[in-house]
């Protein structure tokens, strides 16, 4: 086997592991209440050495996600109900521009976004990917606009709600199952001309589910940070 064919096969980094891992750590953490989490803590419950997850916490504090203190580790703020109204009013605001952009829709378009939406089906029972596939989905619109400086602040704005989202799928019984059918409305109405209407519902009832009360989690063994 040539060196090439053997570096073609290689899996991720332990920096990418390390980032997947506290990405999906942090997204599932309660949204009520700031976290410190230390590189020694996360190496230890990660199985990984600290260089990894220091490359992954400065990764990760370029998404907004943390902030890197001196002296104190990486401290995850909590989401406020003003941050959930600012990151939603914003959101509406884009994706109204793109969406309507987006029609008269090339049906290799709507069958992209029938692919990304049959992906999120499949992983309706795994909160962190299902959130991926829908950020996929919304991402696909904004880039089917055409414009880079509304597309990467549209990024900026959904590395906020990855914590946002995976609370609002567990806040609601059968979240998910209406964020598809939500989703699924949404190209049918790509489809037949005017989603205005369709991602508006979406949005609104994002917005609402974001707002319910945070289900009290039973007590674990949970260590200091949260980490278990």
């Given at each position: 086997?040539?060196?090439?064919?053997?570096?073609?096969?290689?899996?991720?980094?332990?920096?990418?592991?390390?980032?997947?891992?506290?990405?999906?750590?942090?997204s599932?953490?309660p949204?009520?209440?700031?976290?410190?989490?230390?590189?020694?803590?996360?190496?230890?419950?990660?199985?990984?050495?600290?260089?990894?997850?220091?490359?992954?916490?400065?990764?990760?504090?370029?998404?907004?996600?943390?902030?890197?203190?001196?002296?104190?580790?990486?401290?995850?703020?909590?989401?406020?109900?003003?941050?959930?109204?600012?990151?939603?009013?914003?959101?509406?605001?884009?994706?109204?521009?793109?969406?309507?952009?987006?029609v008269?829709?090339?049906?290799?378009?709507?069958?992209?976004?029938?692919?990304?939406?049959?992906?999120?089906?499949?992983?309706?029972?795994?909160?962190?990917?299902?959130?991926?596939?829908?950020?996929?989905?919304?991402?696909?619109?904004?880039?089917?606009?055409?414009?880079?400086?509304?597309?990467e602040?549209?990024?900026?704005?959904?590395?906020?709600?990855?914590?946002?989202?995976?609370?609002?799928?567990?806040?609601?019984?059968?979240?998910?199952?209406?964020?598809?059918?939500?989703?699924?409305?949404?190209?049918?109405?790509?489809?037949?001309?005017?989603?205005?209407?369709?991602?508006?519902?979406?949005l609104?009832?994002?917005?609402?589910?974001?707002?319910?009360?945070?289900?009290?989690?039973?007590?674990?063994g949970?260590?200091?940070?949260?980490?278990?």
């Amino acid at each position: 086997m040539s060196s090439a064919q053997h570096v073609g096969r290689q899996g991720p980094s332990a920096q990418d592991l390390t980032y997947e891992w506290l990405k999906r750590h942090i997204s599932e953490l309660p949204r009520d209440g700031g976290v410190f989490l230390s590189e020694s803590e996360v190496a230890q419950a990660a199985g990984t050495s600290r260089t990894p997850v220091r490359e992954a916490l400065l990764r990760l504090e370029t998404e907004g996600l943390l902030t890197i203190v001196p002296k104190k580790g990486a401290y995850i703020p909590p989401i406020s109900d003003s941050e959930i109204q600012a990151v939603m009013e914003a959101r509406g605001l884009v994706e109204d521009w793109c969406v309507q952009r987006v029609v008269p829709a090339d049906p290799y378009f709507v069958r992209e976004l029938e692919r990304i939406l049959g992906e999120q089906e499949k992983l309706i029972d795994d909160p962190v990917e299902f959130i991926d596939q829908d950020r996929a989905f919304h991402r696909a619109i904004v880039r089917q606009a055409g414009n880079p400086v509304l597309e990467e602040f549209y990024e900026s704005l959904r590395e906020r709600q990855i914590r946002m989202g995976v609370r609002a799928l567990v806040s609601e019984e059968n979240r998910a199952r209406t964020v598809l059918e939500e989703h699924a409305a949404i190209v049918r109405a790509i489809a037949a001309g005017d989603a205005c209407d369709a991602l508006a519902a979406h949005l609104a009832g994002t917005l609402a589910v974001l707002r319910l009360p945070i289900p009290v989690e039973r007590p674990g063994g949970h260590s200091v940070g949260g980490l278990s």
